[in-house]
């Protein structure tokens, strides 16, 4: 084995545990925005974990799945964090 296919065998280990972690805070959170930002360090995870396969294994067969995990993770994020910050307006301030 190359020292490419340990550092990505260890990368992957790692990535699965920090998985493991946002599925515990997925399923465990005491909020709703504990709960959203686990589901967007989950969807990292994912991404990350493809951009390890392909520098391991010499392709990009697996570039749009990662661009699109990005962007889909990018508008949740901002929707979120907009309607958060609506909701704790205080209601003369929503007009």
Do not use: Q
Not at 61 to 79: E, H, K, P, Q, Y
Not at 84 to 91: F, G, M, T
């Amino acid at each position: 084995m190359t020292m490419l296919e340990w550092a990505g065998i260890v990368c992957l280990i790692l990535l699965g545990a920090g998985a493991l972690a946002a599925i515990y805070r997925i399923v465990r959170g005491p909020s709703i925005l504990d709960r959203a930002i686990a589901t967007d360090v989950l969807l990292i995870v994912v991404s990350s974990a493809l951009c390890v396969e392909m520098a391991v294994n010499h392709h990009t067969d697996n570039i749009v799945f990662v661009v699109v995990a990005s962007v889909i993770g990018f508008v949740g994020s901002v929707t979120l964090s907009r309607f958060v910050a609506e909701a704790r307006k205080e209601p003369s301030e929503r007009a």
